[in-house]
């Protein structure tokens, strides 16, 4: 037998007390009163070695009910009478969260991290749920709830041993604050089977570096559940970071054309012991290919290094920093970037330095830039047009009726792909239109505006509006319409209404035609007409419209890690793609694949395409760089409800004492015992009446 509370057994020390009472009793048992003796001072008789312990029934009786009283309050209960699954008490559901991304790859935190998921792994009983997660710049499951459930309990930790023994870091970011949010909902959506299932304690292990470039913000407006700890076990690594990360060059100035060359920035970690570096410039196989630059940045500050541009070379390739002590983080590769030439063709007849006309506004709206260059070229509307292909002419503005020839080299143009923006400046027969949507033509009217009008309806889900769909840009209200011309959308054949006036008017329909599409604009953006030339949303949009039907950019030259690269839109896309990778292998793409998504790692991608090869670059994320410890209160300041670390230490204690209160809970046997000391007290109140129970003198005279 044990005990749940033993100091109650204490209690037994007042055995004493019946017996010291049995002893000390000085009165003897009857008494016989005299006359004679009335006005004598009474004496107590002296207690001689011949006193005696006197009606020992009565005092066993007494000593039972205080033995039974002790032992109900110390709780006792039976190990071998019920013999409880240790693995029954205190079930827990534990979620294992192991960080995989590129800081991780620092010193020996690799080695580390893996043994302490093993040790979380280990510390898991039969009974317990459990679950492992990985994450980087995304959360994974390795070990899903639903799968550990259905292995059996000592087949399951080396099932997860296994895993983790498989795992090895990536080259991605840290999303830690989704990982955790992924973590939770993982816990939470496990059904729970047993009544006492709400009182399960949920835990979830993470086992990382806990880095400043660990990305939290997903955690800001998410609650995280009272019932679930989080149990940090960190890895450190004793030595310092340098980081070496690309920086944007900006505007074009006159100093920057007398300077050329690239700009990088180098970081040092603060607390670093180290100062001096070098940056160099590496080739494919990693030898150093040119004198090095030397850097000198102090702990925790950054400098900028303009490297200048090789002879020869239309971008600075590999760079590499010495004298860092982690070099996960110390390449950075670039790519040159491919400038696309598109040409944008102006049918109209307005000069382009009339202020008043549409041509002056469009030939401020397209900018140069590192990914495309635009020309606008102009036409008139009486001469014969010469269309190139829709990659090199991806967008034909027309504001004027055209010739029937022209028309019909438009309507062949948007079949094979091109985007023709029609916009109707004023009101009559829509020849060119009908003959562009292949449709009977039809009269188009003006529309009536007694004052101004705006935008009430926007199909934001549409490429043209998407990038303005955000709560910051999405304010239409500030562009006022004087003049418009009113669409009928029976001629068109399943058209999109893009916009509409307030009044209900379509102000910007689409048709598609092919591979291309026309896009109707019942208004002009010159100021006779409206502010849309005014009004920041004009630049984005004419944007849209160079991007085409699909909305899919120039491929970009310089990317992170897991960043989507959009492919080229060539001949040979809609067949597949193939890309070269870092390490020497190829990914072919899917027939009519829009994006490539296997950057998962740094270092230089091609893609064959039929024009020619056309290569990116893939960067590490510059957050891995900020390897210092990140501080646990800011966990605490998301919400996060951290482990209380002394609780580790007694948890076996703690887990034996839940353990015992379960055996007792089940017997219960205090109450027997009390049911066992109320009889006794019952039968020694009776017998204790019945002995000192008053008689007459007389029969006392008698009996002497």
């Known amino acids: 037998m044990s005990f749940l509370t033993p100091l109650y057994a204490l209690g037994l020390l007042a055995l004493a007390a019946p017996i010291l009472f049995h002893l000390i009793q000085r009165k003897p048992r009857g008494e016989v009163p005299f006359s004679s003796l009335m006005f004598l001072t009474p004496t107590p008789p002296r207690l001689t070695r011949r006193s005696r ?3 020992l029934l009565l005092l066993l009786l007494r000593a039972a009910a205080l033995t039974l ?12 009478a019920a013999n409880l699954d240790y693995g029954n008490v205190a079930r827990r559901r534990v979620a294992v969260v192991i960080d995989t991304s590129a800081s991780m790859r620092r010193g020996d935190l690799w080695p580390k991290a893996k043994k302490l998921a093993e040790e979380a792994i280990a510390a898991c009983r039969p009974a317990d749920q459990l679950a492992l997660f990985a994450f980087d710049g995304a959360s994974r499951p390795l070990l899903s709830f639903h799968e550990s459930a259905t292995l059996d309990p000592s087949r399951r930790q080396a099932v997860a041993t296994a895993l983790v023994e498989r795992l090895e870091p990536t080259w991605g970011g840290t999303q830690l604050g989704q990982a955790l949010i992924d973590a939770v909902a993982a816990i939470e959506d496990v059904a729970d089977t047993s009544e006492k299932a709400g009182r399960m304690p949920r835990r979830i292990v993470l086992i990382s570096d806990l880095q400043q470039g660990s990305r939290l913000e997903a955690l800001g407006g998410f609650e995280w559940p009272s019932d679930v700890e989080l149990d940090l076990k960190t890895v450190t690594d004793l030595g310092s970071n340098a980081s070496l990360h690309a920086l944007a060059d900006g505007i074009e100035t006159e100093h920057s054309k007398n300077a050329p060359g690239r700009r990088v920035g180098v970081t040092n ?17 990693g030898s150093e290919t040119g004198p090095p630059i030397d850097v000198y940045v102090p702990p925790g500050e950054s400098r900028v290094v303009r490297l200048p541009k090789p002879q020869g070379e239309s971008a600075p390739g590999t760079l590499r920093l010495k004298g860092d002590t982690h070099p996960f983080d110390n390449t950075l590769y670039s790519a040159d970037e491919h400038r696309e030439e598109a040409t944008v063709l102006y049918v109209g007849k307005d000069e382009p330095d009339d202020p008043a006309g549409l041509l002056y506004y469009l030939e401020r709206v397209f900018h140069d830039t590192p990914r495309r260059r635009v020309t606008i070229r102009t036409a008139s509307p009486a001469v014969a047009l010469t269309l190139e292909s829709t990659q090199a002419l991806p967008l034909v503005i027309l504001t004027a009726e055209t010739t029937t020839e022209n028309a019909r080299k438009l309507h062949a143009y948007g079949q094979s792909g091109g985007t023709v923006l029609d916009v109707v400046t004023t009101a009559g027969k829509a020849e060119t239109l009908a003959t562009l949507l292949d ?25 043209l509006f998407s990038a303005l769909a955000g709560a910051q840009y999405n304010d239409f209200t500030k562009i006022h319409f004087w003049k418009y011309r009113r669409i009928s959308t029976d001629p068109f054949k399943d058209a999109r209404i893009l916009a509409r006036f307030e009044n209900g008017d379509p102000a910007i329909v689409e048709q598609g035609i092919g591979k291309g599409r026309v896009i109707v604009l019942a208004s002009g953006w010159n100021p006779n007409d409206s502010q849309l030339a005014r009004s920041s949303k004009f630049v984005p949009l004419m944007a849209a419209l160079l991007e085409g039907r699909d909305a899919r950019p120039a491929t970009q030259a310089n990317l ?10 060539t001949e040979g896309a809609a067949k597949g793609l193939v890309v070269r990778t870092p390490g020497g292998g190829t990914v072919a793409t899917a027939p009519g694949r829009t994006a490539f998504l296997e950057t998962d790692r740094p270092g230089l991608y091609t893609i064959e395409t039929a024009a020619g090869a056309r290569e990116f670059a893939v960067n590490l994320d510059p957050l891995e760089s900020k390897t210092a410890p990140l501080h646990v209160e800011t966990l605490e300041q998301f919400g996060c409800r951290l482990a209380n670390p002394s609780r580790t230490t007694v948890d076996r204690d703690h887990l034996r004492q839940m353990h015992n209160a379960e055996l007792e809970g089940r017997q219960k046997l205090w109450r027997w015992l009390i049911v066992a000391a109320i009889g006794i007290l019952i039968v020694e109140t009776w017998l204790a009446g019945r002995q000192t129970a008053p008689r007459s003198a007389r029969a006392e005279a008698l009996t002497t």
Do not use: Y
Request: glycine share 4%.
């Open 53 to 55: 312990l006197d009606n």
């Open 69 to 80: 009283l002790a032992l109900a309050f110390a709780r006792p209960f039976l190990r071998q």
């Open 269 to 285: 970690e603060p607390g670093s012991t180290r100062e001096k570096f070098q940056v160099v410039r590496v080739d494919e196989k």
């Open 439 to 463: 449709v009977a033509p039809w009269e188009i009217e003006e529309g009536a505006v007694k004052r101004d009008l705006m935008l009430g309806e926007i199909a934001f889900d549409h490429p």
């Open 560 to 569: 992170l890690v897991h960043d989507p690269v959009a492919l080229p839109v």
